[in-house]
């Protein structure tokens, strides 16, 4: 597959304290849906650009894991513009992460990221903790933002698939039939040559075009 082969292209951030359980669950995540065709690390970022086929379609999925140790400091939200979804992430066993994590979603809120999950990952270590999350203090702030939210233990990966499952799928459900680009808009998904290239997208435009001459 060539990198720029796709039908839709389209970035996921995941977002959360340090030690949380990003990577765990971007690996998780990343090794059980689609293959990896990229993946880069910096001070700041950890990205993976992954090739995955859903129903005869090629999505081309930009992960955006933002580091934990990296400050807020005013301009975060930059790094979540044209997503189109956003994980935010705490550790269900440390309060600490769990107050972080409602500054970032404030933060965030500039960018309007269509699709905004919570995730409570490490719910193996709750009970030896007593500064857990409870299921429904989580599910309160879920709902505060409009969000879904679920309890995961990324080590584990049977947890993610939900995730994965709940906003792959809310994705995709906003993508409508046939996709013109200007319907696209703000839901952070581009077009791929291997759509645009397609004859039978370009009937299904030229029928659009059709009903307004
Ligand atoms: N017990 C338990 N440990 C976990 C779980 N998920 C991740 N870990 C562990 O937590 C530690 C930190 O995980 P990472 O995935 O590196 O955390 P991170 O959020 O990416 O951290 P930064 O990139 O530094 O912000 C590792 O030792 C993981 O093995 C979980 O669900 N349960
Ligand atoms: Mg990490």
Known sequence: MEIDDYHFKLKIVIIGDKGVGKTTFLDAITSNFGKIVESEQSNE????VVGYLDDNTLFQIHYWEILGSLKSSGYFYRYCLGAS???YMFDASKRSSFEKVEKWITENEKCD??????????????NNSKTSISKSEAISLARKYGMEYFEACA???????P???YVFSTIVNSIPNPPTPSQLMG??????KRLINSTKYQLALCDIASLYE
């Open 113 to 126: 990221v269509p699709v905004k999950v919570l995730v409570g990952n490490k719910i193996d270590l709750m």
């Open 85 to 87: 979804a956003a994980i």
């Open 187 to 192: 839901k952070g998904i581009i077009l791929g």
């Open 163 to 165: 995730v994965y499952d």
């Open 155 to 161: 080590l584990g990966e049977t947890s993610v698939a």
């Open 45 to 48: 970022l950890n990205t993976r």
